[in-house]
T-cell receptor
Framework: GAVVSQHPSWVICKSGTSVKIECRSL??????MFWYRQFPKQSLMLMAT?????????EQGVEKDKFLINHASLTLSTLTVTSAHPEDSSFYIC??????????FGSGTRLTVV | GQNIDQPTEMTATEGAIVQINCTYQ??????LFWYQQHAGEAPTFLSY??LDGLEEKGRFSSFLSRSKGYSYLLLKELQMKDSASYLC??????????WGAGTKLIIKP
């Protein structure tokens, strides 16, 4: 299956600053990538679907201006958490869909906003 | 609506067998996935069922009943490293995954 690299693995930032998370598909050209958020002891929540060369599709309740997604190439999607606040602290995971039934996940990014 | 239910936590003994159940309500059902997730890590794929019946893969087996909206993951010969959360996810008509909250499995010696 595809190999997905996510960076950084963990980040601590001050409240009000912005953080960028990268998701790279190393051996698969991904026209679609998915960004999830997972709070402790909770399920994966889909935040948005990242589409190469076009605007991302956000799930209901996810602020587009706060969670900026850029999918400029077939191998890279980025999620920028702007003006982060402590309530944004979470585990963020990207995923590549290789086929209708094949999903591969990045290693995740633990964001802590202090 | 779309809904996935699975137990929050289960405890089992090393060497034993455990069954984790999952019930789902999904429009345009396209199959049922099981993933394993260790704390602080991303989920890893375990199994995919789209037809009724049991799929066996080593120590892990997964069962699906489409008519009942029910699946289970069966883990045999439990090892300490099997301590993790097990996520059930159904796929809808748009090939999107709908996730359960996960079942935390605790293995005791």
């Amino acid at each position: 299956g595809a190999v997905v690299s996510q960076h950084p693995s963990w980040v601590i930032c001050k409240s009000g600053t912005s953080v960028k998370i990268e998701c790279r598909s190393l051996d698969f050209q991904a026209t679609t990538m998915f960004w999830y958020r997972q709070f402790p002891k909770q399920s994966l929540m889909l935040m948005a679907t990242s589409n190469e060369g076009s605007k991302a599709t956000y799930e209901q309740g996810v602020e587009k201006d706060k969670f900026l997604i850029n999918h400029a190439s077939l191998t890279l999607s980025t999620l920028t958490v702007t003006s982060a606040h402590p309530e944004d602290s979470s585990f963020y995971i990207c995923s590549v869909r290789e086929s209708d039934y094949g999903y591969t996940f990045g290693s995740g990014t633990r964001l802590t906003v202090v | 609506g779309q809904n996935i239910d699975q137990p929050t936590e289960m405890t089992a003994t090393e060497g034993a067998i455990v069954q984790i159940n999952c019930t789902y309500q999904t429009s345009g059902f396209n199959g049922l996935f099981w993933y394993q997730q260790h704390a602080g890590e991303a989920p890893t794929f375990l199994s995919y069922n789209v037809l009724d019946g049991l799929e066996e893969k080593g120590r892990f087996s997964s069962f699906l009943s489409r008519s009942k909206g029910y699946s289970y993951l069966l883990l045999k010969e439990l090892q300490m490293k099997d301590s993790a959360s097990y996520l059930c996810a159904s796929m809808d008509s748009n090939y999107q995954l709908i996730w359960g909250a996960g079942t935390k499995l605790i293995i005791k010696p």
